[in-house]
């Protein structure tokens, strides 16, 4: 007769394993899925903020994988020397703290830009002596003229676009302010364009010193030129600031005062 109950297993007989179902794989699962992203999505942001560390680092990588396998694949009966691979490392790490150096020199050179521009916007509204080419319109133009110290006798010599004198006038000594007029000795006007101007220092009748005249105009507007403030003139000039030599008030006129 069959007993009820349990079946049990015959003495000896192995036992069935018992296979458990549950979500402790599919949690992790889902943790390894959530984590990775957010690796990625750190990784790319720092390569897309920091672009030449990232591209630094992987030369790093790339150069300590070529010395790994430069020493696995070495001839085992003529051997590397140590203080070559050092060498090489040393040479390479030079390399890195030099392209380091250059970036941060980089963003020092934009803070500067930056403080120069700032700095030289404070000049808009004021009139300028700079050291530019004169562009002739309808009005006179203003210039500054410079002479050496030691000078007796003065005179300012225009010339046109290629270099040729077209004009001369006797001027003090001492320099100061001069209005060309654009015109000739019977009055008619030159040609509208660009011309240049130079005052020739006399001493005892001999040539001692030739300096540019500085054109007169007031600033209009300030900005950054290939890293390097830059200064625009209502005349039309462009100007760099190391050629602007004084600055002034302008009167109601607009003109500086004599």
């Known amino acids: 007769m069959k007993s009820k109950g349990r079946h049990r297993p015959a003495p000896g007989s192995p036992r069935p394993k018992t296979v458990r179902t549950g ?3 599919g949690s992790r699962k889902e943790t390894h899925m959530e984590i990775t992203p957010t690796q990625q999505s750190t990784a790319q942001s720092d390569a897309t903020t920091r672009p030449g560390s990232a591209s630094l680092s992987s030369d790093f990588l790339t150069f300590l994988k070529m010395l790994t396998t430069q020493m696995q694949n070495q001839d085992p009966l003529n051997p590397v020397e140590s203080s ?8 390479f790490s030079g390399v890195e703290q030099q392209v380091q150096t250059n970036e941060r020199l980089a963003g020092l050179s934009e803070q500067l830009s ?27 133009v203003p210039l500054h003229l410079r002479t050496d110290p030691e000078a007796d006798a003065a005179r300012l010599v225009l010339r046109d676009s290629t270099g040729t004198a077209i004009q001369g006038f006797d001027v003090p000594a001492e320099g100061g302010r001069f209005a060309w007029a654009g015109v000739d000795e019977d009055g008619a ?70």
Do not use: C
């Open 114 to 140: 930056a403080s120069e521009l700032s700095r030289v916007s404070g000049w808009i509204g004021m009139t300028a002596q700079a050291e530019a080419p004169i562009h002739l319109g309808e009005d006179p």
């Open 189 to 258: 006007p030159f040609a509208p364009g660009t011309y240049t101007a130079e005052i020739l220092s006399f001493r005892e009748g001999e040539e001692i010193a030739t300096f540019p005249a500085l054109v007169e105009a007031r600033v209009a507007e300030a900005r950054l030129r290939d890293g390097a403030a830059v200064v625009l003139l209502e005349s039309g000039q462009s100007v760099a600031t190391d050629k602007v030599f004084g600055l002034r008030e302008p009167d109601e006129n607009g003109l500086v005062t004599p």
């Open 23 to 25: 979500s402790i794989s």
């Open 84 to 91: 070559d691979f050092a060498v090489q490392l040393a040479t």
